[in-house]
């Protein structure tokens, strides 16, 4: 992954990312469609990462169940797949 250039205006960066989110979340905080675009799709998992506290040692189930509570099953096939 290549690194971009900081954003000229990072507040604006921030509400785009912000609008974003707001068409790919539902109200409940659910993925509620899987976006094609990459960057859209890095966006996504960012969020679902916020989900998980750094270090944690976790069994699949407990993965697949979390996973479950925010996303639909092909989030989780392009998390294998790459």
Not at 17 to 29: A, C, Q, T
């Amino acid at each position: 992954m290549t690194m971009r250039p900081a954003p000229d205006n990072p507040i604006a960066a921030v509400r785009k990312r912000s609008r974003i989110l707001d068409r790919l979340i539902d109200e409940n905080g659910r993925v509620a469609r899987w976006p094609k675009r990459r960057p859209q799709r890095l966006l996504i998992l960012e969020y679902l990462a916020h989900h998980f506290e750094a270090g944690d040692r976790m069994s699949e189930v407990a993965v697949n169940e979390l996973l479950n509570r925010y996303t639909p099953s092909m989030a989780r096939r392009s998390c294998v797949a790459g």
